[in-house]
């Protein structure tokens, strides 16, 4: 049981940083953006990219199993992903706001979601592939629970994004416009905020959240170009879970939807692990659909 718990976790603090994209996205933009789960596809496979060009397997940091090489294809995914956002906004979703239906806009996040996963696959191909060869040994925490570094590296990481991000969402002049927006866009543009810019950042956010998110994901697991497939519906229970919008909401979202599947596989066929985050769906949609942190914004109280 404590092993199930501590993968839980790990798993749920990948499913967060997906999620806080995700419901960023949801609660300024005000669609269901089914494609944000093949961004964190997107990321994890342009930081294997940018490894294979600059040498995969040079110099691991012990007792991690990558090194510096990984943590520059990160940064450089990220990039890779936000650009990609910016330029599916722009050529697709620009043009539906504010002309078309938010059904519309979700079908065609659908179609954009089957193109990426197409064009992933045609590049890489369908086949299990890896950040490293470098095999790592568990340390033994207590009795019954192992934890490799690498895990400890993505549940420190993800403490220090959610932190950062919290501070952001209510420090910045940007990050309180962005609570704004979502709050009450007609106030937010009457009190002379510019909604493209805000748009624009939270493309922007949300697609590098996604792509460390992919990557991590890539480094605790392994690569395949169905990662996104296997992480929408988690992705969205986490963020309905927790509330559109709000922050802090789609972390713990994602930590109860981790450990919830992580659990589940004591009791049933891991096979039917995947069906848990859409009964957790349907269980939130049907009793608190407005998520367990309704009416707040970001983190914040709205």
Same mark, same amino acid.
């Given at each position: 049981?404590?092993?199930?718990?501590a993968?839980?976790?790990l798993?749920?603090?990948i499913?967060a940083?997906?999620?806080?994209?995700?419901?960023l996205t949801?609660?300024?933009?005000?669609?269901a953006?089914?494609?944000?789960?093949e961004?964190?596809?997107?990321g994890a496979?342009?930081?294997?990219?940018?490894l294979?060009?600059?040498?995969?397997?040079?110099?691991?940091?012990a007792?991690?199993s990558?090194?510096?090489?990984?943590?520059?294809?990160t940064?450089?995914a990220?990039v890779?992903?936000?650009?990609?956002?910016?330029?599916?906004?722009?050529?697709?979703y620009?043009?539906?706001?504010?002309r %078309?239906?938010? #059904?519309t806009? !979700?079908f065609?996040? @659908? $179609?954009?979601s089957l193109?990426?996963?197409? +064009?992933? *696959?045609l590049?890489f191909?369908?086949?299990a592939?890896?950040?490293?060869?470098?095999?790592q040994?568990?340390?033994?925490?207590?009795?019954?629970?192992?934890?490799?570094?690498?895990?400890i590296f993505?549940?420190?990481?993800t403490a220090?994004i959610?932190?950062?991000?919290?501070?952001?969402?209510?420090?910045?002049?940007?990050?309180?416009?962005?609570?704004?927006?979502?709050?009450?866009?007609?106030?937010?543009?009457?009190?002379?905020?510019d909604?493209r810019?805000?748009v624009?950042?939270?493309w922007?956010?949300?697609?590098?959240?996604?792509s460390?998110?992919g990557v991590?994901?890539?480094?605790?697991?392994q690569?395949?170009?169905?990662i996104g497939?296997?992480?929408?519906?988690?992705?969205?229970? %986490?963020?309905? #879970?927790?509330? !559109?919008?709000?922050? @802090? $909401?789609a972390?713990?979202?994602?930590?109860? +939807?981790? *450990?919830?599947e992580?659990?589940?596989?004591?009791?049933i066929?891991?096979?039917?692990?995947?069906?848990v985050?859409?009964m957790?769906?349907l269980?939130?949609?049907?009793i608190?659909?407005?998520?367990i942190?309704?009416?707040t914004?970001?983190?914040g109280?709205s």
């Amino acid at each position: 049981m404590l092993q199930a718990i501590a993968d839980g976790i790990l798993s749920g603090s990948i499913i967060a940083l997906g999620a806080i994209g995700l419901t960023l996205t949801m609660g300024i933009l005000r669609f269901a953006n089914f494609a944000h789960a093949e961004l964190v596809t997107w990321g994890a496979y342009m930081a294997l990219g940018v490894l294979s060009l600059t040498g995969a397997f040079m110099g691991p940091l012990a007792p991690f199993s990558f090194g510096v090489p990984l943590l520059m294809a990160t940064l450089v995914a990220m990039v890779a992903t936000a650009l990609l956002a910016l330029a599916i906004d722009w050529l697709v979703y620009h043009p539906l706001r504010g002309r %078309a239906n938010h #059904l519309t806009l !979700v079908f065609g996040s @659908f $179609g954009v979601s089957l193109l990426v996963r197409m +064009v992933i *696959l045609l590049l890489f191909g369908g086949a299990a592939q890896y950040y490293s060869n470098t095999l790592q040994i568990a340390m033994k925490v207590a009795p019954g629970l192992r934890i490799m570094p690498d895990q400890i590296f993505t549940l420190g990481l993800t403490a220090v994004i959610v932190v950062a991000l919290h501070l952001f969402l209510q420090k910045t002049r940007l990050g309180l416009s962005m609570r704004a927006l979502a709050e009450n866009p007609e106030l937010a543009r009457v009190n002379g905020i510019d909604t493209r810019h805000v748009v624009r950042w939270t493309w922007i956010i949300g697609a590098s959240l996604a792509s460390i998110a992919g990557v991590l994901y890539g480094l605790t697991v392994q690569l395949r170009p169905e990662i996104g497939f296997h992480l929408l519906l988690p992705l969205f229970a %986490a963020a309905i #879970l927790g509330g !559109v919008g709000n922050v @802090f $909401g789609a972390v713990i979202g994602g930590l109860i +939807v981790g *450990l919830a599947e992580s659990i589940s596989v004591l009791f049933i066929p891991a096979g039917y692990k995947l069906a848990v985050p859409f009964m957790i769906l349907l269980l939130v949609l049907y009793i608190r659909p407005t998520g367990i942190f309704a009416g707040t914004v970001g983190g914040g109280k709205s």
